[in-house]
């Protein structure tokens, strides 16, 4: 069983920067692909950000340029880094965990979530 604990969110201004982080513990970590996901106020919950067990990484288009994905193996941990936020990346952000490692499919691990709020 893996756990995945977010932290790092918190209110910021439109045009600044957040970095999250995601612990995690248990499983095979370096063999997972390790996600970010989001979900603003009455939408769905939408993909941000991969990173493949190789390094590989892929991003929505929105966030192309602006966030970058990073991990540590030997910490277990996954990080997103979020700069010239816009009010439009309000949500909350979801750190997961694909087993396949390729972070096409479906994931199998979620944490708690962490609040990510841009004034404008």
């Known amino acids: 069983q893996v756990q995945l604990a977010e932290s790092g969110g918190g209110l910021v201004q439109a045009g600044g920067s957040l970095r999250l982080s995601c612990a995690a513990s248990g499983g095979t970590f370096i063999s997972y692909a390790m996600g970010w996901f989001r979900q603003a106020p009455g939408k769905e919950r939408e993909f941000v950000a991969t990173i493949r067990w190789s390094g590989g990484t892929h991003y929505t288009d929105s966030v192309k340029g602006r966030f970058t994905i990073s991990r540590d193996n030997a910490k277990k941990m996954v990080y997103l880094q979020m700069n010239s936020l816009k009010p439009e990346d309000t949500a909350v952000y979801y750190c997961?965990?694909?087993?396949?490692?390729?972070?096409?499919?479906?994931?199998?691990?979620w944490g708690q979530g962490t609040q990510v709020t841009v004034s404008s």
């Open positions: 997961s965990a694909n087993r396949d490692g390729l972070g096409s499919g479906e994931y199998d691990y």
